[in-house]
């Protein structure tokens, strides 16, 4: 899996290209990511967190994983492009070799970034070491610097840049296969607060890494709300992974509101006026009509919209067209 993943990023590098790794809230947007990535004719790196795992199994983060990995594995069946999960914003070590050991993503990330350099350092070189000894099919992602706003469990309240020259010595310390750094963008919906987005930024960090002979792809978090000509400059300076999360809750929520808004007076009986409460309640005496409300259609136009939306972040990121 992982070793796939790899040429995509290969790829990235070399035409100067994006994935976008998309997080996966619940299956109308799994179904939805997977039509649109297939409409754009572009591999689709998915990404789960710990708290998606634990939602998935009903508060057990590792059935939720398993229950995930298949349904994943059966859809993409259906589907002509490549499909890749990553393990997003990962802390427990433990879920991480449960992870490598089920063989289920292509990719994890270990976040220790909210650690001292120190100890981040320490902590990502352990989970790269544990992919080598187990010789898992995995790629590691892993972070320097701290980027702002909610993101699963973690908060972090203020955000520091990464550091080009710093950046050299995590990558060469830690062994990590892919670098998250941090240029000014924002978890959540709290985007540009008290930031700058410092494009330049990851020019500096891919050339000094470059002087060092490391080719290490650089991935964007926090990237819903970056404009299109400023992630085209982020592209071209050695972003390859581009992680979205808030815009599909945002397209999920504005979908559902809608449908159910326009939906919502459809299945109280018309004689509910007139009889009062207890006919309201005797469900005998309701005229439901399917056609009108119905929340699978709800659910399908949520897939529709989150299509629409990956086909075209897909575009923008430029990964279109290269599954
Ligand atoms: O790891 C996930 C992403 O960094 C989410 O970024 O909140 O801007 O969508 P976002
Ligand atoms: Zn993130």
Not at 284 to 293: S, V
Request: glycine share 8%; net charge negative.
């Amino acid at each position: 899996r992982g070793s796939e993943l790899e040429s995509v990023y290969q790829n990235a590098l070399s035409d100067g290209f994006g994935l976008v790794a998309s997080n996966i809230a619940e299956p109308n947007v799994l179904i939805g990511l997977m039509e649109g990535a297939s409409r754009a004719e572009s591999d689709l790196l998915l990404q789960a967190s710990a708290g998606a795992c634990r939602f998935a199994g009903n508060g057990d983060a590792e059935a939720g994983l398993n229950a995930l990995g298949a349904y994943i594995d059966a859809l993409a069946e259906g589907f002509d492009i490549g499909v890749f999960l990553n393990m997003d914003h990962q802390t427990d070590t433990e879920f991480i070799e449960f992870q490598m050991d089920e063989e289920i993503p292509s990719s994890v990330m270990i976040d220790a970034s909210s650690e001292s350099f120190e100890e981040n350092v320490k902590i990502s070189r352990e989970v790269v070491r544990m992919a080598t000894e187990k010789d898992a099919d995995v790629l590691i992602e892993a972070e320097l610097g701290q980027i702002k706003g909610a993101e699963d469990d973690l908060e972090v309240d203020n955000a520091f840049y990464t550091d080009p020259e710093q950046a050299v010595e995590f990558v060469d310390r830690t062994g990590c296969d892919l670098l998250a750094i941090s240029v000014g963008t924002q978890h959540g919906v709290a985007k540009g607060k008290d930031l700058e987005l410092r494009p330049d930024l990851a020019g500096e960090i891919r050339q000094t890494l470059r002087d060092h002979g490391l080719d290490t792809p650089l991935v964007l978090h926090g990237s819903s709300g970056v404009q299109p000509d400023q992630l085209r400059t982020m592209l071209r300076h050695g972003i390859c992974k581009v992680n979205k999360d808030t815009r599909y809750q945002y397209e999920y929520t504005r979908t559902a509101m809608e449908y159910y808004e326009r939906h919502r007076n459809s299945i109280v009986p018309p004689d509910a006026d007139r009889d009062g409460r207890d006919t309201f309640f005797n469900e005998t005496a309701w005229t439901p009509n399917k056609d009108h409300f119905d929340p699978r259609v709800g659910g399908r136009q949520i897939r529709e919209r989150i299509a629409e939306v990956h086909a075209q972040l897909a575009a923008v990121s430029g990964s279109a067209g290269r599954s």
